[in-house]
């Protein structure tokens, strides 16, 4: 019945026409604090429900504040992991959720953050193999979100340490990986073929232009990629609704990154 139940919760998250996916991670709160996009939820996340977002995620305690009561649905990803930048290890990613107050919460699938190559990667791994057995358990698809960040990692967009990262978030049991884009086609792809499970790409950091972000969703997909995680460069965007429907046209539809640049100026 967990099987069952897991399809059922992908198909909320995942395109089930293309297999791909635009989630909009919206959890950089507790991070790095209240930011422009996110102050108003509701407004939030209706902006990118009506772009076409597939998901977003969130931490436990923003679920209810996201409620629109109108307007399109969208797949609903509770975040299980955080960390503040006023910490003196930033990087060490802790627990603060269980699958099962996802479950409760309505959640369509769980995520968590791990980070390779530092001094907490054996404990985030261990909470990582936790979850995984528990979400399994309840037929709840997971997400993980796994970076090379730490004293042992000169460049976190090292196309060999993210192929890495990816291959121990598929061989630890999760059912979609984010990672970071390592900057090529061609580097990207040897990440995903190196991966048991979808690939999807972060956005990282607010990015300078349109066409550069869209050039790197644009690439990733045709490097084999089923989709992204972009938070900052979405809902920061001037128009967070038409960013969502240019990243669709890329993502579902195959359109070039010109007519994805048009739905913007239009």
């Not at 609903?76 to 479950?103: D, F, Q, Y």
Request: charged share 25%; hydrophobic share 40%.
């Amino acid at each position: 019945m967990s099987v069952i139940g897991k399809r059922i919760r992908l198909e909320r998250i995942i395109n089930r026409e293309t297999g791909k996916t635009i989630i909009v991670p919206m959890d950089h709160g507790t991070t790095i604090g209240p930011v422009k996009g996110i102050l108003d939820m509701k407004e939030a996340v209706r902006n990118v429900a009506l772009g076409g977002a597939n998901a977003i995620v969130e931490h436990k305690g923003l679920v209810g504040e996201g409620l629109r009561g109108q307007g399109p649905d969208i797949g609903l990803i509770v975040h299980m992991s955080a960390s503040t930048s006023l910490a003196t290890r930033p990087n060490a990613k802790t627990l603060v959720c269980t699958v099962e107050e996802a479950i409760k919460l309505g959640a369509d699938a769980v995520s968590i953050h791990v980070n390779l190559g530092n001094g907490d990667e054996s404990r985030m791994l261990h909470d990582f193999g936790k979850v995984s057995r528990v979400a399994g358990e309840w037929g709840m698809p997971l997400l993980v979100m796994i970076y090379v960040r730490g004293e042992k990692v000169p460049n976190e967009y090292d196309k060999d340490a993210i192929k890495h990262a990816a291959r121990v978030g598929g061989e630890m049991g999760a059912d979609l990986v984010k990672v970071a884009y390592p900057g090529t086609p061609e580097g990207f792809r040897e990440v995903v073929e190196g991966c048991p499970v979808p690939v999807i790409i972060a956005g990282g950091a607010k990015m300078e232009s349109d066409r550069e972000i869209l050039t790197m969703v644009k690439e990733s997909i045709d490097a084999g990629g089923a989709g992204v995680s972009i938070g900052r460069n979405v809902f920061q965007h001037d128009n967070p609704r038409k960013m969502v429907e240019a990243m669709g046209a890329i993502i579902h539809d195959n359109s070039s990154i010109d007519k994805a640049l048009a739905i913007l100026a239009d």
